[in-house]
């Protein structure tokens, strides 16, 4: 696939709303994981300081990210993780650092290809959000499994939490942090450079 093929924009009315929602429900069903809510959605998506995305491959919505913003900006709102995880992030960061939670990763099998580049494109918009509000960090909650925690080591990731249940995917989780230089850098080499993804990469829960 080119890179034209693939293309990203925010989910702003109800039907791409939809197709976020729809895409969720089913990429985390066919990764064995029931999602808390039988819709596809949860309270985060309503918050000012988060934006969905959709991935389309050619005309087909095919991926989703939420990105979720914590800065001054827009007056240190939480981002969903400190609901879970606040005293990792406490230990992590200051009170005063601005950082960007990635969320609701998935990609339907249409959009994986043989590349990096649909993960890439979707990761490319935390690169750009980041950037924005001037965020040193990326976030992100991820099932506690080798091949999960594998993939965003890869990225730049490294836990900062010990596993614990994570009641929106009923799945024991950690929390994990990039550096947004190290993000970029991965995000910018794969976009240029399709290189294949490991075989056991599945959707992450984050």
């Known amino acids: ?18 197709h976020v929602y729809d895409i969720r429900r ?11 809510s039988t819709s596809g959605d949860d309270k985060y998506d309503a918050d000012d300081n988060s934006t969905s995305y959709l991935l389309y491959q050619e005309d087909r919505p095919v991926g989703t990210l939420r990105a979720s913003i914590y800065a001054s900006e827009l007056q240190w709102r939480r981002v969903p993780a400190m609901d879970f995880f606040m005293p990792a992030i406490t ?23 043989k590349t990096w580049l649909p993960n890439a494109s979707l990761f490319q918009i935390l690169v750009d959000t980041a950037s924005r509000y001037e965020a040193h960090w990326i976030i992100s909650i991820i099932r506690d499994r080798p091949s999960q925690l ?3 080591g890869r990225l730049g990731f490294r836990p900062i939490s010990s596993p614990q249940w994570f009641p929106p995917v009923n799945r024991m989780c950690v929390l994990m942090c990039a550096p947004i230089d190290t993000f970029a850098q991965w995000t910018l080499q794969h976009r240029l450079r399709h290189q294949p993804p490991p075989p056991e990469l599945l959707p992450g829960i984050s």
Do not use: W
């Open 1 to 18: 696939m080119s890179a034209s093929t693939y293309r990203v924009i925010a989910a702003i009315t109800k039907c791409q709303r939809q």
């Open 26 to 36: 089913t990429a985390f069903s066919q990764a064995g994981v029931e999602l808390a």
């Open 91 to 113: 230990q992590s960061f200051h009170n005063d650092d601005p950082m960007v939670q990635s969320s609701q990763f998935a990609i339907l099998p249409p959009g994986r290809s």
């Open 150 to 152: 594998k993939f965003y």
